[in-house]
């Protein structure tokens, strides 16, 4: 352990900022701002560090989530989360893996940024309610209030089923096997009926403009791309991405796109696909993410 609890407590500083905002590069920001008010803390007044760490970054996340949210309605096509490399350990911690996944990343979006913040700090990083009070400005019977509400509305957004880990597997090898052979049947064949697919290229790569919906709409669009992606001699590869398996696609040596799921019941209930540039600088190196 270091003599400096913010650096002791950084992973953990890091996966908070970055569950509050989908973006590591904004949760790097966030970083950045914590640590400059921590300097300017008397540590003799610190009885938890821990704890004031996570109130910092809380708050620090919160202001940043506000001005995204501003940022945000002005981006092109539609948002999806920051994809980050991660290492076994994270898979390994299920409850960890499972906020990290693209899927529920989408769903805490849903939220309010304080029921954001209140979520996260009691179901993840298991805050007690009177930190939880400190740490987003509110009464201890409020942050109460606010943490039953955010269950009912995360618990009627997420999957239905929780997704294994090997089906997951399955339903991206089905994926790989069509980039590779051309042979979109066993990919197909895994589609929910209301399977959605959603793209991000941020106005500088092109993706999908808007979601595409349906199992024959999404297996129509997914034959264009993959004779796309083929005539262009793209590679896939299966990666831990959040905490789950994702395909990265590559043209050459440079990364173009990493693909992740939602998978419900055995089908395919989301297809995600990153492709704007500055997002993906998250999966050129291995991301140390802890609670």
Do not use: C
């Not at 994270?90 to 996944?101: P, Q, T």
């Not at 019977?141 to 943490?147: G, H, K, L, N, Y």
């Not at 991206?172 to 929910?192: K, M, R």
């Amino acid at each position: 352990m270091s003599s400096d609890p913010y650096l002791d407590h950084r992973n953990l500083l890091f996966t908070v900022a970055y569950e509050m905002l989908g973006s590591a590069a904004d949760a790097e920001d966030v970083l950045q701002e914590s640590w400059v008010k921590w300097s300017q803390v008397d540590r003799s007044a610190v009885r938890d560090p821990r704890s004031y760490l996570v109130r910092i970054v809380t708050r620090t996340a919160l202001d940043r989530l506000r001005t995204v949210a501003r940022r945000r309605e002005e981006y092109v096509g539609p948002w999806l989360p920051e994809p980050l490399l991660t290492a076994p350990d994270v898979a390994e911690d299920a409850e960890l893996a499972d906020s990290l996944s693209t899927a529920m990343l989408l769903v805490l979006e849903t939220l309010t940024p304080t029921e954001r913040a209140v979520f996260l700090l009691r179901e993840v990083f298991e805050l007690g309610y009177d930190e939880l009070a400190e740490a987003v400005g509110k009464s201890e019977p409020a942050v109460r209030q606010i943490a039953s509400r955010a269950r009912a509305h995360v618990a009627a957004r997420r999957p239905r089923a929780a997704a294994t880990r090997a089906e997951t597997a399955r339903a991206l090898e089905a994926f790989l096997h069509a980039l590779e052979t051309g042979d979109l049947q066993p990919l197909v064949d895994l589609l929910a009926p209301d399977v959605v697919a959603l793209g991000d290229g941020g106005g500088v790569k092109q993706a999908l403009p808007r979601p595409v919906v349906g199992a024959d709409k999404v297996a129509a669009l997914m034959r264009v791309g993959v004779r796309g992606v083929r005539e262009l001699g793209m590679t896939g590869s299966l990666v831990e991405v959040n905490g789950w398996p994702a395909v990265l696609v590559r043209v050459g040596d440079e990364v173009d796109a990493v693909v992740t799921l939602r998978v419900e019941d055995g089908l395919v209930s989301g297809i995600y696909t990153v492709r704007n540039p500055e997002k993906l600088s998250g999966v050129l190196e291995v991301a140390t993410l802890a609670r």
